[in-house]
Each structure stands twice: as C-alpha cells, then as structure tokens.
C-alpha cells in the first residue's frame, strides 16, 4: 500500500500559555507557563494535482487555531473537581472567572482563560484537542481533500511532548 503525507515544523507553529496540572494522587502543579511548539502530519490521498495539501495554505489555518491558545490560562474544563464560576470584581473591573481546586483559589480575567473540553492541560490533552479540532477545520478549508491519517504533537519543553494520533479506519 502507498501512502502520503506532509510534515509541518515550523517556528511559528508555537503559542505560551499558562496552566497546572492535577495528578492522580490529587496534588497539583504549581501555576506556570509555557512555550509550546507543535509538530504536525497530515497524511491523505494525493489530489489531481499531486497534493496531499498546500503547504501554503495550510500553515496559516494551523496558526489561527494556535493563536487562540496563546497568552492563555488553558483550564480543564471536564476535570471532576475543577469548579468555575464568573464573578465580576469591583464596579468598573473585568469580568473574571474564579477557579477553586480543593483548597486552591485563582481568579483571572475572562478575556485571559480557556477553557478547554479536557480533563487535564497536559501535553498529550492538549495534542488531541488540537487534533482533534484541525479534523474538523481541514475538511471545511480544502474542498475534496481525504485525510488518512493525522499526527499531533505539543512539546512543552525541547525534548519533551505529548502526541495525538488519528487514523481513519
């Protein structure tokens, strides 16, 4: 069987984000952040004109998306213990959302936070929401494009990253 893919690395596939994460045993990570990169295959049948997708137009469909985590508190919003609640503080201040993890309270501004449709903010969690979510953009943005298969990685620091595969059956 022949297969084809693209393989996309480049130095603005990156976004800094602040987050923590909850471990098994209910401890958890001191707030920090940091400078993500993302690593990206895309693998497909090649079009009539020998494609699998144009580097060219690709790239900037992966970079809105990352933006859109970027300068971010990136919350789990399906951890079980997690709670938020909006407040607003003072008469003329921001809205913000308040976080409360056992006996943990944070409070930051709305326009700051996202909250994602995962358990955890770890590497591997935010590799499949951002898998995840190129699925479902790709085939809006490229009209007969097939994707096969899809390979995500988030790397949180150099040498260290959690991946997302896809393969369709």
């Given at each position: ?16 984000a ?16 940091h ?20 580097f ?6 992966v ?23 909006e407040?607003?503080l003072?008469e ?12 943990r ?6 326009a700051?936070?996202?909250?994602l449709?995962i358990?955890?903010t770890?590497?591997?969690n ?14 809006a ?22 991946v ?6």
């Open positions: 069987m022949e297969r084809w893919s693209i393989e996309l690395e480049k130095e603005a596939f990156k976004f800094s602040a987050h923590f994460l909850i471990f098994p045993d209910g401890s958890a990570e001191r707030l920090h952040g400078n993500y990169r993302v690593f990206l295959e895309v693998g497909g049948a090649l079009t009539r004109f020998g494609l699998v997708i144009d060219q137009k690709i790239k900037p469909v970079k809105k998306l990352l933006f859109t985590l970027n300068e971010r508190m990136l919350l789990p919003g399906e951890h079980h213990e997690l709670r938020f609640n407040a607003c003072g003329h201040a921001e809205d913000s959302i308040e976080v409360r993890y056992r006996e309270y944070y409070a930051f501004p709305k700051d936070v996202m909250i449709p358990n955890n770890s590497s591997e935010l590799a499949t929401f951002l898998g995840r979510r190129l699925l479902e953009i790709l085939p943005e490229f009209e007969g494009v097939e994707i096969h298969h899809l390979r995500l990685a988030v790397e949180e620091t150099r040498g260290q990253r959690g997302y595969h896809y393969t369709r059956d």
